[in-house]
């Protein structure tokens, strides 16, 4: 196998020695410095720091097992594994973040970290904002593939996921100070675009004057066109001609092909202006000049061959070849994903390319990313970068538990589903006493923000390769894990704050927090917790991680310290303000990572 390219060295975390985000990247620093101590022969043990569900501590480090495996043959003073935790625990130098250790089971050792450093660093997130929170991640620039509908074709539920999916991955890369290009691949190029052509033709005459509002449904045009190509030998003839004349670049077809993608691309801006979701439109017509000279590049390389009069790249462990050129010497989907990928790496420099769309195509990036293996354009290696995901994702239900349709069973306009979710949750505000004097923006605001919200966390919150049902009243619902719930959480805190009369800004550079009620400590290490979540998220490419972390955080803030510590009035009054204060913060933060717009009152 060729060698990797070496455009994308692997930036060293040097710079970020401040970078007191992570608590178990802190505990594995300070981890590391003891295995070293304990043994000294076994260079490069990689510290292995685990957040602990058991009562014993916070943390836990898991190293005393594996590296009694490695040396019990060896001349050591260790008897087994418990012995090697409590080396590992007395050879640990001197740190203000940990309380106090204890060794537990087969050599795990437990870690209690100190409720004063948690303190503290919560404080200094609230003076220095958030942002000091941000991951820091081992590379600089991530192409984000999502939502990329097909022109004049349905924008489902898929897109729709996509879309919602693809938007979070990229907030949280760029929270984490990545460079991300939002791609929005759009399919452009087509043989499609024949038969929409000649039918524009047909049925404006002066198509050129021709707008958005006389074509109407742009879905309704192409399954009429369709059906013209289906039932008519001339138009069909026609329309062939069309495609031929089209990717010749005539100017005539050029322009009526670049018409029909304008009232396409307006069409789908709506849906993004109504999400909040920014993209940059690249399309597949982007890539096709850079078709040939990428598939020299791979003949060059001897990856193509013949096949029954196409050519094909031929990958390990899948029993079908990749079909690069087809027998009538046009390209396919797999030749522009091809392209792009090549432009992504050599002109773009982008280290991580994640891919959004359902699972059924996984196949198709497993044989491009091969392919790409095969040519030396990527590692073989997934750890190392440049890297490729496909972000797979599973289907939308309805209450039938089968494809979700509209009741006469035609796709479900994504505009219809937006409206519908902001009338239910308008009709919800309306219902609710204290919304009696807010003014009509605010309502509208407030009903958008949740209705919108609910439709993303819907959504997010479920490990995205499993199939999720679409139901309003679910996702509505102010009880459960919703959006609704978690918004009104929320909210609820900010008038906690709003009532104590306090001055927060105030209180943050004057006040102290402290942990010493139980339930403050809980909530306290969770908060303290947000910057490795987001790690975790963006590592592994998964929203409902940070949905998980965030529901917690209001079941934390909810049922252990708002049930149990008074707040106003109190002695402690100041400490647990700035405490509320640093809950609706990182809740803000987990909002704006979803797509999720908050609101201050309910
Ligand atoms: N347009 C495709 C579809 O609707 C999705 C494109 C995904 N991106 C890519 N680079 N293939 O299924």
């Known amino acids: 196998l060729p060698l990797a390219t070496k455009t994308h060295p692997m930036s060293t975390m040097a710079a970020d020695e401040e970078y007191v985000g992570n608590v178990k990247r802190q505990l594995a620093k300070i981890f590391e410095i003891s295995l070293k101590e304990t043994v000294p022969d076994e260079p490069d043990i990689e510290p292995l720091i685990a957040a602990c569900t058991a009562k014993f501590g916070d943390y836990q480090c898991n190293n005393a097992m594996g590296l009694w495996s490695k040396i019990k043959g060896k001349q050591t003073p260790f008897k087994g594994p418990p012995s090697v935790g409590q080396a590992i625990m007395k050879n640990l130098p001197p740190s203000e973040m ?58 489902h539920v898929g897109h729709l996921r996509s879309t ?46 021709v707008t958005e509002a006389a074509v109407g449904d742009l879905q309704a045009f192409y399954k009429a066109s369709k059906l013209r190509f289906d039932s008519d030998p001339v138009f069909k003839e026609r329309a062939q001609q069309a495609v031929v004349r089209l990717q010749g670049g005539e100017p005539k077809y050029r322009k009526a092909w670049a018409q029909i993608c304008e009232i396409s691309r307006n069409e789908f801006h709506k849906v993004y202006q109504r999400l909040g979701v920014h993209l940059e439109e690249k399309g597949e017509s982007f890539y096709n000049p850079f078709i040939p000279r990428v598939l020299e590049e791979l003949n060059e390389k001897g990856l193509i061959e013949e096949s029954q009069g196409a050519r094909v790249i031929k990958v390990e ?47 198709h990036f497993q044989m491009v990313f091969k392919a790409a293996k095969r040519a030396g354009w990527i590692p073989a290696d997934d750890t190392l970068y440049p890297k490729t995901t496909h972000v797979g994702f599973g289907l939308v239900l309805g209450d039938d538990g089968r494809r979700f349709r509209t009741r006469s069973s035609e796709v479900v306009r994504l505009v219809d589903l937006l409206d519908e979710a902001k009338t239910r949750s308008k009709a919800a505000i309306l219902e609710r006493e204290t919304s009696k004097d807010w003014p009509e923006e605010e309502v509208e605001k407030t009903a958008e923000a949740v209705g ?19 139901n ?59 910057s490795e979540v987001v790690e ?48 609706a913060t990182v809740m803000r933060k987990c909002f704006y990572l979803l797509g999720i717009v908050p609101v201050y009152k309910i």
């Open 317 to 363: 462990g899948v029993n079908i070849p990749l079909i690069v050129v087809k027998s009538d010497g046009g390209y396919n989907y797999a030749s522009t994903d091809l392209a792009a990928l090549w432009y992504r790496l050599n002109k773009e420099k982008a280290a991580w390319i994640i891919y959004v769309t359902d699972v059924g195509q996984d196949q």
């Open 164 to 209: 919602i999916i693809g938007d979070t991955l990229a907030r949280m890369l760029e929270f984490s100070h990545v460079e991300v290009l939002r791609r929005n691949h759009v399919g452009d190029w087509g043989t499609q675009f024949g038969m929409l052509i000649e039918y524009l033709f047909e049925k404006f005459p002066n198509w050129e004057e």
């Open 452 to 470: 919108y919200g609910a439709v993303k966390y819907a959504d997010l919150k479920n490990n995205r390769l499993t199939n999720y049902t679409f």
């Open 536 to 583: 975790e998220a963006c590592n592994n490419l998964l929203p409902n991680v940070l949905c998980e972390y965030l529901y917690n955080l209001s079941e934390i803030f909810t049922k252990k310290f708002y049930s149990n510590c008074q707040v106003v009035g109190s002695p402690e009054e100041t400490s647990r303000l700035l405490l509320c204060e640093a809950t």
């Open 98 to 155: 940990i309380e106090s250790c204890s060794v537990a089971g087969p050599g795990f050792v437990n870690i209690v970290l100190s409720k004063n450093w948690i303190a503290q660093n919560l404080q200094s997130m609230l003076i220095n904002g958030i942002d000091t929170w941000a991951p820091r991640l081992p590379f600089k620039t991530a192409v984000v593939d999502f939502s990329s509908p097909n022109i004049a074709k349905e924008m």
């Open 472 to 530: 309003f009243d679910q996702m509505l619902s102010d009880k459960g894990n919703t959006a609704v719930y978690l918004l009104y959480a929320h909210a609820r805190i900010c008038s906690i704050i709003r009532k104590s009369g306090k001055d927060i800004e105030e209180l943050k550079k004057i006040g102290k927090i402290v942990l010493d009620h139980p339930d403050e400590r809980a909530l306290g290490l969770h908060l303290l917790q947000f």
